[in-house]
């Protein structure tokens, strides 16, 4: 089966630069995409695609995707900001995977 | 507005079965991917099965779960049999964004599964 591997938490300062990796044998020959999800509430699509931006959604979020790693750029972080994320992608066999998830905490 | 709303969730006890569904209005529902993810509680998120044209499942269901769509009804529906208590969790139903491989570009608000005696 396919794995997909993320950090279980990341800590970044207000304003500044956080980045989630997502890491799978040669990831960037498939999609990631990426989700936010609060507490108590469904995921969002942050990140689709690799790098696109659905609408609503801020332009401090990026992504890429290359080799085995995928990462989420959030540049200028805010405390709205702070939540899970999951990366996705579909493996050779039609089926689908989700990173495990990362906590960010903007403290 | 693209609205997904569950429902179906309840407790059940092990080896029982349930049927969630999801109504889904705002878009053209016959053309679009749609998919069943479930969290378990604290626990991250995990795909369990997608229907296009063809349906896909996740090992772990695979047998004893069944997706199926009513177009007619703008309804998708997810018939569980054999259930254990690894199947706690809340239900998510997602359409899929653009073609293979589908991206989930709207989630309803789930509904909560509980196998328990």
């Known amino acids: 089966s396919y794995d997909l591997t993320q950090p279980p938490s990341v800590s970044v300062s207000p304003g500044q630069t956080a980045s989630i990796t997502c890491s799978g044998d040669?990831?960037?020959?498939?999609?990631a995409h990426w989700y936010q999800q609060k507490p108590g509430q469904s995921p969002v699509l942050v990140i689709y695609?690799?790098?696109k931006r659905p609408s609503g959604i801020p332009e401090r979020f990026s992504g890429s995707n290359s080799g085995n790693t995928a990462t989420l750029t959030i540049s200028g972080t805010q405390a709205m900001d702070e939540a899970d994320y999951y990366c996705?992608?579909?493996?050779?066999?039609?089926?689908?995977?989700f990173g495990g998830g990362t906590k960010l905490t903007v403290l | 507005e693209v609205q997904l709303l569950e429902s179906g969730g309840a407790l059940v006890q092990p080896g029982g079965s349930l049927r969630l569904s999801c109504a889904a209005s705002?878009?053209?529902?016959?053309?679009?991917?749609m998919s069943w993810v479930r969290q378990a509680p604290g626990k991250g998120l995990e795909w369990v099965s997608t229907?296009?044209?063809?349906?896909h499942y996740a090992v772990s269901v695979k047998g004893r779960f069944t997706i199926s769509k009513d177009n007619s009804k703008s309804t998708l529906h997810l018939q569980m049999n054999s259930l254990t208590a690894e199947d706690t969790a809340i239900y998510y139903c997602?359409?899929?964004?653009?073609?293979?491989?589908?991206?989930?570009?709207?989630w309803g608000q789930g509904t909560l599964v509980t196998v328990s005696s």
């Open positions: 997602a359409r899929g964004g653009g073609n293979f491989p589908w991206y989930f570009d709207n």
């Open positions: 705002g878009f053209a529902f016959s053309t679009n991917a």
């Open positions: 229907i296009s044209t063809y349906t």
């Open positions: 040669k990831l960037g020959n498939k999609y």
């Open positions: 695609q690799d790098t």
């Open positions: 996705q992608a579909w493996d050779t066999n039609t089926a689908c995977v």
